[in-house]
């Protein structure tokens, strides 16, 4: 027979188990993180997580650290992010160019690593380690004067862009992306932040308005213009004519094999 007090003694020890683990892991499992790898010096990074939640900081710890530093003050795999502002991680995470998967790679656009509320929670982390452009407030509507639009990008885009906004290499390696499927408040953060081989403009050389009318003639550009008739999905010249060139051949044969057809019927 089993022993009953021997089968309480277990019981009571894994209840004491439990409750040290739920008394010291527990809390440190959230809340005492950011107090964990704070050091006196860095008050303002322990201040923005506690503002922060510790949502932002703990994602910041986990994907970012590594390359740009604990407080983000940089290492020699990523820059110092003290003053690149909510402008330049919102861009960055929403352009999926960050995380870089490793050091020494291209930057490059891709799909985002982070749900939405992920990216608020580490834009308003790592905009609260220092001081940066503020995201810029793009506003769009069928109201947007896309000539003024039009004037100013082919002023100051189109000459690395392309006319169409299709990209175009710019010498050097580096590409100018199509900006088709960029929504307006990343045209507007582009515009600001100047992203790798990209200038940045200032209020005075584009103005506020003038990002709204940008991004509102880039979108008249993907919805209104293709002259050259239907594209299928926008993937250059040689492969639309070469879908065009299979429909047509395509019906040839099913013509050819109908008159085949009636031609064998008495
Ligand atoms: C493997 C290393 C690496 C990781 C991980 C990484 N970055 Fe970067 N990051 C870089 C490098 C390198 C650059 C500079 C790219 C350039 O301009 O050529 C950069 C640039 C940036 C910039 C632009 C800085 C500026 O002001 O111009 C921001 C913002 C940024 N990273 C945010 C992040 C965030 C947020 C994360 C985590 C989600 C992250 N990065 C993860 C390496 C990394
Ligand atoms: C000197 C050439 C140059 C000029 C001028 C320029 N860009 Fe760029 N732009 C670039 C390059 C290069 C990149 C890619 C940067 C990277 O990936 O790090 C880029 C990236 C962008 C992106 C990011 C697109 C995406 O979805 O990833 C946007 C948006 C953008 N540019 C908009 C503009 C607008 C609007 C203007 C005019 C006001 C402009 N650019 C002027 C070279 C230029």
Known sequence: MVDRRALGGAAAALAVAALGWAATAGPLAGASVPAAHASSADLAATTAQVTAGTRGGD????????????????????????????????????????????????????????????????????????????????????????????????????????AGASGDAVGGGQVAPPLLDTAPTQVGEAIRIGPGAMPAFDTRQISDAELGQIAAYLQFLKHEAAPGGATVGGVGPVAEGYVGWLVYLVGLIGVTRWIERRRKTP
């Open 59 to 162: 994602l910041y710890q986990a994907s970012c650290a590594a390359c740009h530093g604990q407080a983000g003050e940089g290492t020699p795999n990523g820059p110092a992010l003290t003053g690149s502002g909510a402008a330049a991680v919102d861009f960055m995470l929403r352009t999926g160019r960050m995380p870089l998967p490793a050091p020494n790679q291209p930057v490059r656009r891709g799909t985002p690593a982070f749900a939405e509320d992920d990216i608020v929670a580490l834009v308003a982390f790592v905009a609260g380690l220092g001081q940066g452009p503020a995201i810029p407030d793009v506003q769009v509507s069928a109201a947007s004067d896309t000539a003024a639009g039009r004037a100013a990008y082919i002023a100051n885009c189109a000459a690395c862009h392309g």
